[in-house]
Nanobody, 129 residues
Framework: HVQLVESGGGSVQAGGSLRLSCAASGVNLVDHGMGWYRQAPGSDCELVSQIESDGEKYYAESVKGQFTISRDIAENTVYLRMTSLKLEDSAVYYC????????????????????????WGQGTQVTVS
């Protein structure tokens, strides 16, 4: 049984920072790509960042230089450090893990909904004001 448990969301002023955490069980992050999507009201689900099973990192253009993804293999946890937060970063952030070993996360998903490709966390709200 796969569980992705997120924490670290909340409210922050523009220019501030937050760190999201995603503790995984049932999947091993050295075997499965993991990362973060976000969805703001009225917007599509966006793949923000991922860290592949071999440690390769990906960032959406919109967050390059602003967000940093990392992982703790011993804790089987993925982190997303978000700095210089802007109003447009407000969204529900979802942790996700690729279902198939060695696969990466893909764009075009529906955040938090059943997917043949991804496991999902419950989502955590980030509000920038």
């Amino acid at each position: 049984h796969v569980q992705l448990v997120e924490s670290g969301g909340g409210s922050v002023q523009a220019g501030g920072s937050l760190r999201l955490s995603c503790a995984a069980s049932g999947v091993n992050l050295v075997d499965h790509g993991m990362g973060w999507y976000r969805q703001a009201p009225g917007s599509d689900c966006e793949l923000v960042s991922q860290i592949e099973s071999d440690g390769e990192k990906y960032y959406a253009e919109s967050v390059k230089g602003q967000f940093t993804i990392s992982r703790d293999i011993a804790e089987n946890t993925v982190y997303l450090r978000m700095t210089s937060l802007k109003l447009e970063d407000s969204a529900v952030y979802y942790c996700a893990a690729a279902k198939i070993i060695g696969r990466i996360l893909l764009d075009g998903e529906r955040c938090g909904e059943f997917s043949p490709h991804n496991y999902w966390g419950q989502g955590t709200q980030v509000t920038v004001s």
